[in-house]
Structure formats: C-alpha cells, structure tokens
C-alpha cells in the first residue's frame, strides 16, 4: 500500500543553518503530498502541500517540491529560526487516505 | 474561527476499563477523522466520516474500539475494553472537501493523551 518514509531525528542545529527534512513515498496512484508541523502542545497544522509532479509547495519560508521521478518531497529551509522546532511529518494523500510518515523532531539552537 | 475541539487533554485509566473521547470539528466541515499517534510514531487513521456515514473504518480494532458521528457534527470514539498497547494519543481532524483530504486541508484538535496502566 502507500506509504511514506522520511528521514529520522531527532535534527539538532544551530540558529541560520540551512535544513533539510527528507521524505520519499511509495503510491500507486498520484497521490497529493504535505508537510505538516507540530510545535510543543499544539496539534498538527499544515505546513505546505503539492498535488501534482513538479509542484513546489511554499510557507513561511520552507520548500518542498513534489519530485515524481525520484518520488521524494523533501523539506528544505534556507535560515531555520528557533521558533521553528517541532516535529515535521510527511504525508500523502490518494483515495481519501492521509498517510504520514513517523516524524522528524527539529529542535534549533540560538 | 473555532479550530477543532476534543475532550478530554489527558486520560488514565487501568487496563480493561473503557474511556471515551469526544470531538467537535470545525463548523461546516463534512469530514471527521481519527487518527492514533503512538510515541515515536506518525498518526495512523483509525476511521473516516463523512457527514454520519462511515468512509474508512479498515483499521479500527471493532473488537474494542468504536466510533459514532450520529448527526453529521460531533464523535466519539470509545475503547472498551483497553490494553496497554492503546497508550497513545489520539487525534481528530476534520476537512471541508466531503470526497476526503485529496487536495484539501485537514485541520487537527490538539489530542486526547490516554495512559492505560
């Protein structure tokens, strides 16, 4: 069935570092892909989302691009914030099916 | 606008007792979801309503777990009885696209944490 694996943590790095979250998907289908984030005692939300090859989804200074041919949509932020530790899920969708990955924890340090 | 609402934050309970959680999605939103997050792990659907219909319910343990969307709004889902093995957290989401998450948004409440000891 389809399924989702992206890279484990925990990611430890240093306030302006460059950050990359890697996740790739198994589907028969063409599935719609999403990053969504959990920040300490919240629930997920979502981050950023493509829905089909080629698509790059874009929020708050993260990318991710949907990359059919090597079926991988990976994470990417230029300068991470320590605002922006928390957990990061990958997640695919086909056939009113979210299935996500296990998480990966960012914490980031001044 | 209200986000999703679920009671209650945290449960403990003892093995073979029952518990029950509750949720509210967010108004106007056809579809419920809930999913389970064991620690370490990422949710995983347990079952999918769309309005009080049943979408997905192929990875619900029947044998203990059950969930209801009697008009259209509000759930609950009950386990009964429990084992240590469903310590986790439990998660409902909701969506506004009645045919399911394909290219919509789920919006999620902030769980319900239950400890069976």
């Known amino acids: 069935g389809d399924s989702v694996t992206q890279m484990e943590g925990p990611v430890t790095l240093s306030e302006e570092a460059f950050l990359t979250i890697n996740c790739t998907y198994t589907?028969?289908?063409?599935?719609?892909l999403f990053w969504y984030v959990q920040y300490p005692g919240e629930g997920l939300q979502l981050l950023l989302k493509?829905?089909?090859?080629?698509d790059k989804g874009s929020n708050k200074g993260f990318e991710a691009t949907y990359r059919k041919e090597t079926t991988s949509f990976h994470l990417e932020k230029g300068s991470v914030q320590v605002s922006d530790s928390a957990v990061y899920f990958c997640?695919?969708?086909?056939?009113?099916?979210?299935?996500f990955g296990a998480g990966t924890r960012l914490t980031v340090k001044p | 606008e209200a986000g999703v609402a679920q009671s209650p934050r945290y449960k403990i309970i003892e093995k073979r007792q029952s518990v029950a959680f509750w949720c509210n999605p967010i108004?106007?939103?056809?579809?419920l979801y809930w999913y389970q997050q064991i620690l370490g792990q990422g949710p995983k659907l347990l079952i999918q309503?769309?309005?009080?219909?049943?979408?997905?319910d192929s990875q619900l343990p029947k044998d203990r777990f059950s969930a209801e969307r009697l008009k259209g709004v509000d759930s609950t889902l009950k386990i009964q009885p429990a084992k240590l093995e469903d310590s986790a957290v439990y998660l409902c989401?909701?969506?506004?696209?009645?045919?399911?998450?394909?290219?919509?948004?789920?919006?999620f409440g902030e769980g319900s944490r239950l400890t069976v000891l």
């Open positions: 989401a909701s969506s506004f696209h009645a045919k399911g998450p394909n290219t919509g948004e789920l919006f």
């Open positions: 589907a028969t289908g063409y599935p719609s």
């Open positions: 493509a829905t089909k090859a080629d």
């Open positions: 997640a695919l969708s086909d056939n009113n099916d979210m299935r």
């Open positions: 108004s106007g939103h056809a579809t």
């Open positions: 309503f769309q309005n009080n219909g049943v979408v997905d």
